[in-house]
Nanobody, 120 residues
């Protein structure tokens, strides 16, 4: 079983920066694409960014140019560097990992989330 744990959320003023990290641990055949989602109060969870083991990254239009996702395959850690933060970036940010377990079954793992609050 793989689990992921997020860290790095907090309170920041508009225009500021934050770095989120997510570490995957446990036993799996492989940990494939990993990414970040977020959920603001009263809204559905939305995709933010994903990165595959090769380092290919994709971003939602709302964060493109401001957020950068990176990955350390040796440590099973992904990070999300967020700059030029806006109040509308306020949300709980969730880490997500696509895994293949030892039985070759595909599973999606979610973290418990970390709060990011951007004040105006």
């Amino acid at each position: 079983q793989v689990r992921v744990v997020e860290s790095g959320g907090g309170l920041v003023q508009a225009g500021g920066s934050l770095r989120l990290s997510c570490k995957a641990s446990g036993i799996a055949f492989s940990i494939n694409e990993m990414g970040w989602y977020r959920q603001a109060p009263g809204s559905q969870r939305e995709w933010v960014a994903t990165i595959n083991p090769s380092g290919d990254a994709r971003y939602a239009d709302s964060v493109k140019g401001r957020f950068t996702i990176s990955r350390d395959n040796a440590k099973y850690i992904i990070s999300l560097d967020m700059v030029s933060l806006k109040p509308e970036d306020t949300a709980v940010y969730y880490c997500n990992a696509q895994t293949t377990d030892l039985r070759r079954s595909e599973k999606t793992v979610w973290g418990q989330g970390t709060q990011v609050t951007v004040s105006s």
